[in-house]
C-alpha cells in the first residue's frame, strides 16, 4: 500500500508538469488545447530516441521540451494566422503528431536501457548511502514496502517547483500580463498595443514545452515510449487542474500553480487506490479519469444548487410562521 | 494630429444589403481639439471610430496620425498611439486582473514588454498617485480584481487606462451611454478633467446630444455616412439641441428620426 501510493507520488510530480502546462493553456489562455495528446508523446519519442543514441538524459529531456514548444507553436499558428477553431487546430495538430511521433520513434514502442535521468542521479554513491541510512531508519519504525530511492521524488519536488515559480515569475513579467489578459479580455489588450497573435502562439508554445518535458521524464522513469502513451493526458491535465483549484483554491496565481501540482499528485493517488478495487481493470483507467473530471465538475454545481434551496425553504418557512402569526 | 483624406468604406458591395458607412470623408483635428460626433443610429460614427483604430480597415483614402501614414497598420501597432474607451464598462479592463496589473498594461502601451515585472514599487506609486485624481478611493484597492468593481468604477479605471500615457489621439465611443444618469455625470466630468490636463486630442462618439454640446470645442453631425455638420469654436457654444435639429431638417430636409437622440 504504501509502497503504490509512493509510485503515485512520484509520477504524480511529473504529470504535475504537464499539469501546469494544462493550466497555461486552459485557464490562463481559455484555449482548450489538444495538441498536449500528441506533443506528450512527442516529448517521450525524442527524449527516448536521444538516449537510445547516447545523448545525455539532461540534453535530451531539454530537446523534448522544444520539440513540444515547435508542436505548440504551430497550433498556435494555425489559430491565429489560419483561423481555424481552438478545439480544431489542437486536434489537427494531436492527429498529425500522432504520424510524426512514429517517425521519430521508427516503431511504436521503443524501451530504455539503464540510461535515464533518474538512473543516473540514483546510482551516485552519495545518494545511495542517503538512501539506505533513511530506509533503515524508517523500516526500524516498522514501516515496509519501502521504495529504492527517495532521489526521484526529491529531485522532481525541485524541479516542478522551480518550474512552478518560473511561470508565476512570468505571469508577473510585462509579457506575462499581456498573455495573461489575452485569455481574459481580447479586445481590451489588443487595444493596449499587444500583438495577441504573438501571445497567443508563444502561450501554447511553452505549455506545450512543459507537457512534452513532463512526457520525456515519464518515460524516463517508466523506461520506454509508446505511441499510445498520450491517450486521454488533456483529460489527466484537466483533471488535475480542476481537482487542485477545487481542493486547494484559486485565489492568486502562485496558489493556483501550486493548487495544480497538488492535484496531479491526488489525482495519481485516487487512480492508484481506484485500482487496487476488485473488479476493477488497468483498461478501465481512462473511465476512471472520466468520471473524475465529470464528478469534479458537477459535484460544486449540484452543492451550490443544494445550498440555495436549502436557503429558499428556510425563508419560505420563515415567511409561513409570520404569516400565520399575522392571520 | 489627426486626419483623415477621401476615407471610405463599403459593407457588402455589390450585394442587396450594401451599405455605404463611410463616404469621402475628410475631417482634419489640430493637435488639442476635442470633436464631439453625433449622428442617428447607422450614420457611420462607429465605423469612422473603427476605421480610426484600425479595427476596421477602409476601401480607399488615406489616415494619419501625428503625420504618421497609418491606415495599412494593424490595430496593436495603431493601439501604441492611440487610447480608447468603449461603451462597455466591461470592454476596457481585464476583469480577473487586479486594478495594479490593469494598470501595468496600460502602461507598457507605448513600450515594449520584456521579461521584468509589471507591477514595480515605482510603478505602483505612481499608480496610486493617477488613481487619487479619479476621487473614488480606488488607490487602496490596488490589489482587488477589477471584475469585483462597479460599472461606473470601471469606466473610470477604463478612462484613466487610456489617458494617462498621454496617447496622439483619445478615442471615446460612446462611453457613458452604458451607465447610470448618476455615474455617467460623473464619467464625463472626469472625461472633461482629463482631457483638459493632458491636452488629448479627442474624437468622442455620443448619442447625447446635450452631451455633445457641453463637451469639446468642435462638434460634427453625421448621416449616411458623410459630415453633414462641422461647428467649431464660438458658434458651437451659443448652439442648442433646437438649432442642431432644425439645422438637420435643413439640410436633410426630413424628420429627426432617431428617437434617442431626441430624447438627448
Redesign the interface.
Known amino acids: 500500500m504504501f509502497y503504490a501510493l509512493f509510485g503515485a507520488v512520484e509520477s504524480g510530480i511529473i504529470y504535475a508538469i504537464m499539469a501546469l502546462g494544462v493550466y497555461l493553456s486552459f485557464r490562463v489562455l481559455d484555449f482548450p488545447d489538444l495538441t498536449v495528446d500528441g506533443s506528450f508523446v512527442t516529448g517521450a519519442a525524442v527524449a527516448v530516441v536521444m538516449i537510445v543514441n547516447g545523448v545525455p538524459p539532461v540534453l535530451a529531456s531539454l530537446f523534448a521540451a522544444v520539440a513540444g514548444f515547435i508542436a505548440g507553436c504551430i497550433t498556435g499558428i494555425l489559430h491565429t494566422k489560419g483561423k481555424i477553431n481552438a478545439l480544431l487546430s489542437g486536434i489537427l495538430m494531436m492527429i498529425a503528431l500522432y504520424s510524426i511521433n512514429l517517425r521519430i520513434m521508427g516503431k511504436s514502442n521503443i524501451s530504455l536501457s539503464d540510461t535515464t535521468l533518474f538512473k543516473q542521479v540514483e546510482s551516485k554513491s552519495f545518494i545511495q548511502s542517503i538512501d539506505t541510512f533513511v530506509n533503515n531508519g524508517l523500516s526500524s519504525l516498522g514501516v515496509t514496502g519501502l521504495p529504492k530511492t527517495w532521489s526521484i521524488v526529491i529531485m522532481m519536488i525541485f524541479i516542478t517547483l522551480a518550474i512552478k515559480l518560473l511561470i508565476d ?2 505571469l ?7 498573455l ?2 489575452t485569455g ?2 481580447i ?10 497573435d504573438t501571445l497567443i502562439i508563444l502561450g501554447i508554445g511553452i505549455s506545450n514545452a512543459l507537457v512534452a518535458l513532463s512526457g520525456g521524464l515519464i518515460a524516463q522513469l517508466g523506461g520506454f515510449a509508446d505511441a499510445q502513451m498520450g491517450v486521454g493526458m488533456i483529460i489527466i491535465g484537466l483533471a488535475s487542474v480542476i481537482i487542485g483549484e477545487a481542493l486547494f483554491g484559486k485565489k492568486t496565481i502562485p496558489r493556483i500553480t501550486l493548487a495544480v501540482i497538488g492535484g496531479a499528485i491526488i489525482y495519481r493517488m485516487v487512480v492508484t487506490l481506484a485500482l487496487r478495487v476488485d473488479f476493477l481493470e488497468t483498461g478501465d483507467m481512462k473511465m476512471i479519469t472520466a468520471v473524475i473530471v465529470i464528478a469534479a465538475l458537477v459535484a460544486p454545481k449540484i452543492m451550490s444548487t443544494r445550498k440555495e434551496k436549502k436557503r429558499r425553504l428556510e425563508k419560505q418557512a420563515i415567511l409561513k410562521k409570520q404569516r400565520a402569526g399575522e392571520v | 494630429m489627426l486626419r483623415l483624406r477621401d476615407v471610405s468604406m463599403t459593407f457588402n458591395e455589390g450585394t442587396f444589403d450594401e451599405k455605404k458607412a463611410l463616404l469621402n470623408i475628410n475631417l482634419n483635428l489640430r493637435e488639442g481639439e476635442f470633436v464631439t460626433v453625433i449622428g442617428s443610429n447607422g450614420a457611420g460614427k462607429s465605423t469612422l471610430m473603427n476605421v480610426v483604430s484600425g479595427n476596421l480597415f477602409p476601401d480607399v483614402g488615406d489616415i494619419y496620425i501625428n503625420k504618421k501614414q497609418v491606415q495599412t497598420l494593424p490595430e496593436y501597432k495603431r493601439s501604441a498611439l492611440i487610447g480608447r474607451v468603449f461603451q462597455d464598462p466591461m470592454a476596457g479592463t481585464a476583469p480577473s486582473m487586479t486594478i495594479e496589473e490593469n494598470l501595468a498594461m496600460a502602461y507598457t502601451r507605448n513600450k515594449k514588454r520584456s521579461l521584468k515585472l509589471g507591477v514595480t514599487k515605482k510603478r505602483k506609486e505612481l499608480f496610486q498617485d493617477y488613481l487619487k485624481t479619479l476621487n473614488l478611493g480606488l488607490e487602496n484597492r490596488l490589489k482587488a480584481k477589477v471584475g469585483l468593481l462597479s460599472g461606473g468604477e470601471r469606466q473610470a479605471l477604463s478612462l484613466l487606462m487610456a489617458t494617462f500615457t498621454d496617447p496622439d489621439i483619445l478615442l471615446l465611443d460612446e462611453h457613458t451611454a452604458a451607465l447610470d444618469p448618476s455615474r455617467a455625470e460623473l464619467i464625463t466630468a472626469l472625461t472633461k478633467e482629463v482631457i483638459e490636463e493632458f491636452g488629448l486630442t479627442t474624437l468622442m462618439v455620443t448619442h447625447n446630444m446635450q452631451q455633445a454640446l457641453d463637451l469639446g470645442d468642435r462638434l460634427i453631425m453625421m448621416d449616411k455616412g458623410q459630415i453633414i455638420l462641422d461647428i467649431h469654436g464660438e458658434e458651437k457654444k451659443q448652439l442648442s439641441i433646437e438649432d442642431l435639429l432644425k439645422e438637420f431638417q435643413r439640410i436633410r430636409g426630413e424628420q429627426f428620426e432617431d428617437d434617442r437622440a431626441v430624447l438627448g
Open positions: 515569475y512570468f508577473k513579467t510585462d509579457i506575462g500580463l499581456a495573461r489578459a481574459d479580455n479586445k481590451m489588450i489588443r487595444s493596449f498595443s499587444a500583438n495577441t
